[in-house]
């Protein structure tokens, strides 16, 4: 392609469907979300090749354009794609254009939507105490009359909450620009929605103590029935400033 004839999203599902090299295509972001496409949504895209293979179609490797950005990998790396990191949720919630692996590209999406038992137990546990931390702060700073650093660590207590509770479920936390849309979808069990994200809004943007220490009656007993209890319990007596008064 030229300058003068970028590459499109369609030119692209034209010339891999053509390229025996590319195992799969892959769709994620806001196009791969059903209805939160707005004018300003490029197609993001991972391109897959088969290990070792020869393409003319790594020359668009970090393609970066208005209507296309693009992810040039082998499907080793593709495997390992946010196995961990903050690309795993984009690729849970992704989008199969292409699959000439019978199934194997949606399969290993399929992997990186649901963690592993050890890998979520371990991950809840090290939330749950993150989160502990920040709220116990917050409430502190309340007490002591520090209402900014209250604040702010309340609204650092929710990065933690929503990490945790995805974890308790298995799944990956949604970026925040998909929270919602990943609820309203696929809520975790036991949580009612509305209660949740109205919780996280007021909480993100007052500090609410009350508030706080309601939501964390919800999580204690969540997070002890998930097997959680010793990391509570290793707070001791401050446990107490946590819970309603």
Excluded: C
Excluded at 25 to 36: F, I, N, T
Excluded at 52 to 74: I, M, N, P, Y
Aim: aromatic content about 8%; charged content about 25%.
């Amino acid at each position: 392609m030229t300058a003068q004839q970028p590459l499109t999203y369609d030119a692209l599902v034209e010339l891999a469907a053509a390229d025996p090299a590319v195992v799969g295509l892959v769709l994620k972001g806001s196009r791969a979300h059903d209805g939160m496409i707005t004018r300003h949504s490029d197609h993001d895209v991972y391109v897959v090749l088969a290990d070792d293979a020869t393409t003319g179609l790594t020359r668009f490797a970090g393609h970066r354009a208005a209507e296309l950005d693009l992810v040039v990998v082998s499907l080793t790396e593709f495997r390992a794609a946010g196995m961990p990191g903050f690309e795993r949720y984009a690729l849970a919630r992704a989008q199969v254009v292409l699959d000439r692996l019978y199934g194997g590209i949606a399969r290993i999406l399929a992997d990186k939507a649901r963690l592993g038992a050890d890998e979520a137990f371990r991950d809840a546990s090290g939330r749950l105490d993150a989160y502990a931390n920040s709220l116990y702060r917050s409430v502190k700073n309340h007490r002591d009359g520090q209402a900014l650093a209250a604040r702010l660590d309340a609204a650092d207590s929710i990065r933690y909450l929503l990490e945790l509770l995805f974890a308790l479920d298995r799944r990956p936390r949604p970026y925040n620009k998909y929270l919602k849309w990943e609820l309203d979808r696929h809520p975790l069990p036991g949580w009612d929605t509305d209660v949740l994200l109205r919780a996280v809004d007021r909480i993100s943007a007052t500090g609410d103590v009350s508030l706080q220490r309601y939501l964390f009656t919800l999580v204690e007993a969540a997070a002890r029935e998930a097997g959680h209890g010793e990391v509570l319990d290793a707070w001791g007596a401050d446990l107490d400033l946590m819970r309603p008064q």
